[in-house]
């Protein structure tokens, strides 16, 4: 997938140990090595990943619009909770997936 | 339930600064804060960051080194990642972290919580690839990400100090597309402030445009009828400009146009609130200590009007100030004394902001988007929606808001209310401030029932916003 987003530290420029080594984690069931402990809405941008979701009204595409956790657009499921990628940190194993269509909870729905 | 002298809600500048402040009186301080790190987004992991990126961002960010610094005292709990989704009258406040719900209680409140982007509903602002230039901010400062082959657009400084930051990192933006005019500027020079602290921030201002116009950054200004066109994501923007609609192809699309204070918590306390017309926005009613219409509860930082990064931590020592008088750790000629130096440099901080906010207008289109744009992104309410339910005799933002559903969705109205008082207003000629805007109800961010049921003893009753 292309994207308009750049890591800089990958650019060489700036090595950047601090933000963890690369760890697998997997959206929509495709494997992306993320950087640990990094901001997941960020490094899903750098993948490549877009949409985040499709709204449950009328199921347009999304992604992250403000970064700081007052849209709700970054949403995403993670082990069965609903919840915001701009809020989280990379953790390896994360299984990521579209939310399904429904409004947001952040919970789980069973 | 964990009990301190001060809950601080939110760790930016005047979070963080009210916090050294009332602990260095030896208040207990608890500081609860959404972010992974303390910073607010001004400073947004700034001890992590600095290091790395100092050189992009300037050394505006690298200064809140020292506030984080400051944290690190005795008396002070920093609790990061704590969404605080229920704060009562009574100074208890319901939080989740990583899912688990807790709960403090502050013998005194201190709201802390920022701003927001003003809403900028333009056709195609729902799009991937359309950010807030505070989203591109952000991106830039917590993780070293820069947004390629983008487009700004809107008014204000930031969107200077962004494209400037683009253009260091080596990413520089297509076009700058700024929706003021020269009309502005001129009625803004009215304002130009005699104090120093005025002119400093013109200069800062007039090197950033020239590091633009060094790198080739075109600039179009007085644009209006901005789009953004795509299907699944952005591909272009649109706009008019010196009588000609221009076109430029781009994938990103970074909005601003001001930010404006966040009220959440403050309207679900009910708190008396006030509108400001320089600023266009509502505020909660302070007095100069920061104390709002409930005297147990402060208001500091952009949350309390917009300000800045300066302004903010000096209101936030000012609040913690007459905190520590209030609960008798210090008398009142100590902090009138302390008071003092704090207020003249906040005033001279704040000599700028006339000019800001006349040279720096909202976008009018925006304020007043066509039919067909959608101003609620969560429940995808458009303009037009708004104003059907209007004619049909909606006269309030609370109707406005059951019948449309606009302000239902998780955002609870951070997106919209401002855009839905607007559009109000402008119907019923009169200004947004007489038309109010929607309650606000706990949980003020989505929770988990199980979260709720956890703490179920321990609350006392409805909330304030409950009726
Ligand atoms: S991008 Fe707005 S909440 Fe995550």
């Known amino acids: 997938m292309k994207t308009a987003f ?92 579209m939310p399904p269509a429904g409004p947001a909870d952040g919970g789980t729905d069973d | 339930m964990t009990e301190a002298d001060l809950i601080v809600l939110g760790a930016g500048p005047a979070g963080m600064a009210a916090a050294c402040q009332a602990a260095g009186a030896g208040l207990s301080v608890l500081v609860l804060d959404e972010q992974p790190r303390a910073g607010g ?62 709960m403090a209680r502050g013998r005194r409140l201190l709201v802390a919580t920022g701003a927001l982007e003003r809403p900028m509903p333009v056709p195609g602002w729902t799009l991937p690839g359309v950010m807030t230039a505070g989203a591109a901010q952000i991106l830039l400062k917590a993780s070293g990400v820069v947004a390629g082959d983008a487009v700004l657009a809107g008014s204000g400084p930031l969107l200077y100090l962004v494209a400037a930051q683009m253009v260091r990192a080596g990413t520089p933006p297509r076009a700058l597309v700024e929706t003021q005019g020269t009309t ?54 649109t706009f008019d400009c010196g009588g000609t609609r221009h076109r430029i192809p781009c994938s990103t699309v970074l909005l601003h146009h001001g930010v404006v204070p966040n009220t959440q918590v403050t309207r679900s306390l009910a708190l008396a609130h006030d509108w400001d017309a320089a600023q266009r926005a509502f505020r909660p009613v302070r007095d100069g200590w920061g104390r709002t219409s ?12 917009i300000g800045g990064a300066g302004v903010a931590a000096l209101s936030g020592r000012l609040a913690a100030l007459a905190i520590a008088h209030d609960l008798g ?14 207020r003249v440099r906040r005033a001279l901080d704040l000599a700028a902001r006339p000019f800001l906010d006349r040279a720096f207008p909202p976008f009018r289109g925006a304020l007043a988007p ?59 000629g009169t200004s947004p401030g007489r038309i109010g805007t929607h309650r606000v109800r706990a949980p003020l961010k989505p929770v988990t029932l199980a979260e709720i049921a956890a703490l179920a003893d321990d609350l006392p009753g409805p909330g304030p916003g409950a009726s």
């Open chain 1, 6 to 97: 750049r890591d800089l530290a990958a650019g060489g420029a700036s090595a950047d140990a601090s933000e963890g080594a690369r760890v697998p984690v997997s959206f929509e069931g495709r494997a992306l090595l993320l950087r640990a402990g990094a901001n997941l809405a960020a490094e899903l941008l750098v993948a490549g990943v877009m949409p985040f979701r499709h709204t449950p009204v009328s199921g347009a595409p999304r992604g992250p619009f403000c970064m700081m956790g007052a849209c709700y657009d970054c949403l995403v499921r993670i082990g069965g909770v609903t919840q915001q990628a701009c809020m989280i940190e990379v953790a390896g194993g994360m299984e990521i997936a």
């Open chain 2, 41 to 102: 987004q001004i400073y947004r992991d700034v001890a992590r960051a600095a290091a790395l990126r100092g050189r992009i961002l300037g050394s505006d960010y690298t200064g809140g080194q020292a506030l984080v610094a400051a944290l690190d005292h005795p008396l002070i709990a920093h609790l990061p990642g704590a969404v605080a989704w229920r704060v009562d009258p009574d100074g208890t406040v319901a939080f989740s972290r990583a899912g688990v719900a807790g």
């Open chain 2, 184 to 237: 502005d500027l001129l009625a803004a020079a009215r304002h130009l402030p005699g104090a120093l602290a005025g002119w400093r921030m013109l200069a800062k201002g007039g090197a950033l445009l020239r590091e633009l116009a060094g790198a080739g950054v075109p600039r179009f200004r007085g644009a209006s009828a901005i789009a953004v066109e795509g299907a699944d994501h952005a591909t272009a923007i």
């Open chain 2, 294 to 305: 409930l005297s147990t509860v402060f208001v500091a930082g952009d949350g309390a009007g």
């Open chain 2, 329 to 342: 750790r210090i008398c009142a000629g100590d902090r009138d004394l302390a008071a003092r130096p704090l």
């Open chain 2, 370 to 428: 066509d039919d067909a744009t959608i101003i609620c992104r969560c429940e995808e309410v458009t303009a037009g929606d708004i104003r059907r339910h209007a004619a049909l005799g909606t006269l309030g933002p609370n109707q406005a808001k059951a019948f449309s559903r606009a302000g239902m969705g998780p955002c609870q109205g951070r997106f919209c209310a401002a855009s839905v008082a607007e559009i109000l207003a402008a119907l019923q």
